[in-house]
């Protein structure tokens, strides 16, 4: 079965500063998006940022941006200048098929004033 | 434009009891996904249906049902609820039916509460 591993439950970073979360992935296909979300308090799943698999290039998407290493299943987040507005749940998700999305457990990340 | 739409935001039921949960996908998205998330996990997939048709289940017993309109609304059904149903159900909907290749939006959720 494929699965999602994040390995930091928590995280904490100053405001301003930069913090990356970690995520490595299982996945038998050969062309897939990698995906993070983040959850706020309000729940809604709001998506961060996408990565195409079979593109060499990083996703970047204003403050946030990967590091994917398809050879390593590797795919992490890397968040610069961090406000307080990011703290939330931040998850990892993959393919697990054609049909769904496999997600890791999360991350919590707390930005501080 | 209209977000992913689920109703009710917040439900209590009772054990044995029967839910429905409804979702609106984005226009012009014909690919609706459920998924559970318990407290403290990542969602867990459920269903996907596309053009009306069941694409994938995932792990959860036939007490689960659900099916996708003309329109390409969904509902979700739970019968004969437990304890261990409570938890944030969560919609998702898509231009194509594969997540290889598209990106998944979410609804606010639906918290489903059995006591």
């Known amino acids: 079965a494929q699965t999602v591993t994040q390995s930091q439950p928590e995280m904490s970073v100053q405001e301003a500063e930069t913090v990356t979360l970690s995520c490595t992935y299982d996945t038998s296909e050969s062309n897939y998006y990698l995906f993070w979300y983040k959850q706020p308090p309000s729940r809604q799943m709001i998506l961060v940022i996408r990565q195409e698999a079979y593109k060499q290039q990083n996703a970047t998407e204003n403050r946030f941006s990967v590091n994917f290493q398809k050879a390593a299943k590797s795919f992490s987040l890397k968040i610069s200048d961090s406000q307080l507005g990011d703290t939330a749940m931040y998850f990892c998700?993959?393919?697990?098929?054609?049909?769904?999305?496999?997600f890791g457990k999360g991350t919590k990340l707390t930005v501080n004033p | 434009d209209a977000g992913v739409t689920q109703s009710p935001t917040h439900l209590i039921k009772t054990r044995g009891q029967h839910v429905t949960l409804r979702c609106s996908p984005i226009s012009g998205h014909k690919s609706v996904s459920w998924y559970q998330q318990v407290l403290g996990q990542g969602p867990q997939f459920i269903f996907q249906?596309?053009?009306?048709?069941?694409?994938g289940r995932g792990n959860f017993p036939d007490r689960f049902s659900a099916r996708q309109f003309p329109n390409y609304s969904s509902e979700l059904n739970v019968n004969a609820l437990l304890l261990g149903d409570s938890a944030l159900y969560l919609c998702a909907s898509s231009f194509l039916s594969s997540p290889l290749n598209t990106e998944a939006f979410f609804g606010q959720g639906t918290r489903l509460t059995v006591v």
């Open positions: 249906y596309y053009e009306k048709e069941e694409r």
């Open positions: 998700a993959s393919p697990g098929g054609s049909e769904k999305l496999v």
